[in-house]
């Protein structure tokens, strides 16, 4: 046997090896991909990805080769992504609308392979996960010019769902109507209380009426049941494409940095020791005299930053009100242990919803 031959047979059983490995690895990769099913979380991970090739590249010794390494590691990663969109295609996810509202744009940019289901408001989308109808939830928790959503608070509070990621999402807000209309046609104006006031600057300009509805998307689509060129609604050019309208104007909102954060609520919390940076929680404190203060003073004193302090009523007792807290630092670490351990003799109630790595920024609509 010539050495040609013999060393085309060794390549031949290192291939094998490498057939077992890489099927040994991509069963692995289904164990990820329905650990992030049941937690609700997207497949890509960008940090993720980069901290293994970092560390993987590591092992090559050859610096000659340490470039083609770090190429079949990306390439590995690419099939591995791509084994779990297959996986995941059967993913329901739960948001509050109908198809085109910013819910629904929101939720196929986290997960673009899941399917995006609509329920009729906050609660009913949120119930559909804790029932098992869905796997996860995509609900807004803030906007950057309107506020709070308070009755997603609420069932943050009263629920029994985790957060285990917080994305944000800027907002365009568009003037659309019927493709043979112009802005002077416009007398009426329909969209979302929030939509309407993150354009009333523009609203008042061009003396529009104005009606409220549940969300844009069902303004977009009313404009096009009732085709009246005097109609228009607020909305992203996306929900205009999906209704068969065209942009009037384009970026009537007040604000250039009008921004919606969106939390994904699943069944199971995701808790991670070694990357998680941000903590989400809530929580009631005792009846006594400096009790909320020295609550604060426990998140402070084991080290933690304290950026988010809200109240809502808490709906059992008058005058009585419960806390959502967002913060930064681990909380899966002997640190966080002391903070929750202070707690305790502070607060009456408790719950850690949310521990994750960062809160990540989704492309913008249009």
């Known amino acids: 046997m010539s050495s040609l031959d013999e060393t085309r047979k060794k390549i031949n059983e290192i291939d094998q090896q490498m057939a077992d490995l890489f099927a040994a690895r991509m069963k692995a990769v289904e ?5 992030k099913k049941e937690m609700g979380m ?7 990805e980069e901290e293994v090739i970092r560390k993987n590249a590591q092992y090559m010794q050859n610096e000659a080769l340490k470039s083609y390494y770090v190429n079949f590691l990306k390439y590995n990663m690419t099939l591995s992504r791509s084994y779990q969109h297959r996986l995941l295609e059967g993913m329901r996810i739960a948001y509050s609308g109908v198809p085109g509202a910013f819910a629904d744009i929101a939720t196929r940019k986290i997960f673009p392979d899941g399917t995006a289901v609509p329920y009729k408001d906050f609660k009913t989308a949120y119930e559909a996960v804790v029932n098992g109808e869905c796997d996860c939830a995509v609900l807004p928790i803030e906007n950057s010019y309107q506020g709070d959503v308070s009755q997603v608070m609420d069932l943050t509070f009263f629920g029994s769902l985790f957060i285990n990621g917080i994305y944000d ?25 929030q939509g309407l006031g993150q354009c009333a600057e523009y609203i008042r300009e061009h003396d529009l009426e104005t009606h409220e509805v549940s969300n844009t998307a069902v303004a977009a689509k009313q404009v096009a049941r009732e085709g009246r060129k005097e109609l228009a609604a607020i909305a992203s050019a996306e929900t205009a494409e999906l209704y068969g309208l065209k ?12 921004t919606t954060r969106f939390a ?22 005792k ?26 009523p808490s709906k059992d007792l008058i005058w009585e009100y419960y806390f959502f ?4 630092g ?37």
């Open 287 to 312: 009846n006594e005299a400096g009790s909320l203060g020295r609550a604060i003073s426990a998140i402070g004193d084991a080290g933690f930053n304290l950026h988010a302090l809200k109240s809502r």
């Open 247 to 258: 942009v009037l104007d384009k970026s009537i909102n007040a604000s250039s940095i009008n």
């Open 330 to 366: 681990n909380i899966n670490t002997p640190a966080g242990e002391q903070m929750l351990t202070a707690l305790k003799k502070h607060c009456s109630t408790f719950k850690v919803v949310g521990s994750f790595e960062k809160e990540k920024k989704l492309e913008k609509t249009i």
């Open 325 to 328: 807290a967002e913060g930064e």
């Open 169 to 193: 999402m800027e907002i365009v807000q568009n003037l659309v109507g019927l493709s043979g209309a112009t802005v002077r046609d416009v007398r009426e104006v329909i969209s979302h209380p």
């Open 42 to 48: 997207p497949i890509l991970d960008t940090a993720r």
């Open 264 to 285: 994904v609520f699943s069944r199971f919390a995701n808790r991670n020791p070694r990357s998680d940076s941000y903590f989400v929680m809530t929580f009631t404190v």
């Open 31 to 35: 164990q990820v991909a329905a650990y």
